[in-house]
């Protein structure tokens, strides 16, 4: 396969109602935009609606803005019960969605060498429509649905089997390639009865350009930190982030290293909680709580971190290629992470940060400690992250690997 300037390569997605995650439609994003710098074009269809890579970016981002926050669920949907239904509504929803046709013209893509879907439970469209165009299908899986709902705790009680059967292993043995973000995700795939042969690994990737125009010196100013120490993290505020270890390890860290604070940038399920935490510890006044901010500005915020800290209390169940932490590396942001998953093998490839024991909150405060006192070492984790993520997170060689897998493919 080689570049050709007059194809469009249409991506499959649910609609911006079902598919809430920030992180999915960067991921998302990220792969129209390499797309299209590939063949010349690329179009993203999501539910009925379709949209040039520009429109994607700007109708996924830019309309969030931060500060509100969201209150409390009632005792109901906080019940076994309510959380039982609540997942049976948002599953139907999901295979009706799978239901409804797509009314596009696919000769507008005539000459695409594939198409790529994103996983998302019951979604099959995208793969129909390769079957249409009599072109390979390429399926991107974040994790399967129902064994990653599983992991936090997510019933299914008297459809899981359906779901499982129906929701994640059809579309998966269905595609012609599957891209999977980690090896975790890999042997979740092949549980499924998927053959390893047609499985890639591909993790998460980042786009470095928008980082070097990051304006940190502005969102420095705004938020009082103009010479402050600021360790950073940034993502969706959920219980498996363990921010609870990052905050009591910032507890330990504040009271010995001065100027420093610590800054939460996003908004989620956890965020009243971790603020009523932080006040009830005293830091109220180092802590800082963003809220949501829009997409545009995430370079911004995160050039603004001195370091960055990926919290984990175990390594049991990790599967994730987080999106973060390539946003971090592109940004020249050194990491000190839990040695988990995909983050053990990035930051021991890439110079770029520091391990901890998993959930070892004393390791966390002794790694800061050391890096606040040696400036000279910081600069230089920054260059290799910074090295790293210009040289193996680009979208673009993820992109060739699908070709060669399918010219291969072809050949055999």
Known sequence: MTKNSKVKVPLLVPGFRLLRADAVWVTISNWADGLEQRYGKAEVIAGQSSYSVTEIKDKCFSSKSGGKLK?????????FLGKLAETFAKDLRWYLENRKPITLDEGQFKGAPFVWQHHDLFQTQGLRLAKKMGVPSVLFVDAPYVWESGKWGISRLGWKWFARRWGDA??????????????????????????????????????????????????RSSLGLKDAFVI????????????DLLIDSFKDISSTIKNTKLMLVGDGPERLRLQEKVAHL?????????????????????????????????????????????????????????A????KRVIQDSGGGWLVMPGKKEDIVEKVRNINSNRLML??????????????????????????????????
Not at 290 to 314: K, M, W
Not at 387 to 412: F, H, N, P, T
Request: charged share 25%.
């Open 71 to 79: 209150s409390k669920p009632s005792l109901f949907r906080r019940s």
């Open 170 to 219: 059809l579309p998966c043995k269905k595609a012609d390639l599957i891209l999977a973000v980690s090896d975790e995700v890999k042997r979740a795939v092949m549980d499924l009865g998927v053959e390893e042969n047609k499985i890639l690994i591909t993790p998460c990737t980042v786009s470095t350009k928008k980082f070097e125009l990051a304006d940190d010196v502005e969102v």
């Open 232 to 243: 950073g993290w940034i993502g969706s505020f959920r219980k498996f982030h363990s921010l």
């Open 282 to 338: 005293g830091l109220q006044d180092q802590v800082v709580f963003t809220g949501n901010i829009p997409h545009s500005r995430v370079q911004d915020y995160i050039c603004s971190f001195d370091i960055a800290v990926l919290p984990s209390y175990e390594n049991e169940g990790f599967h994730y290629s987080p999106l973060k932490l390539r946003e971090f590396f592109a940004a020249g942001v050194p990491v000190i992470a839990s």
């Open 340 to 343: 988990v998953g995909d983050v």
């Open 379 to 412: 600069e230089s984790y920054s260059t290799n992250a910074k090295k790293y993520a210009s040289e193996e997170m680009g979208i673009m060689k993820q992109i060739l690997m699908v070709e060669d897998y399918l010219a291969s493919s072809q050949r055999k």
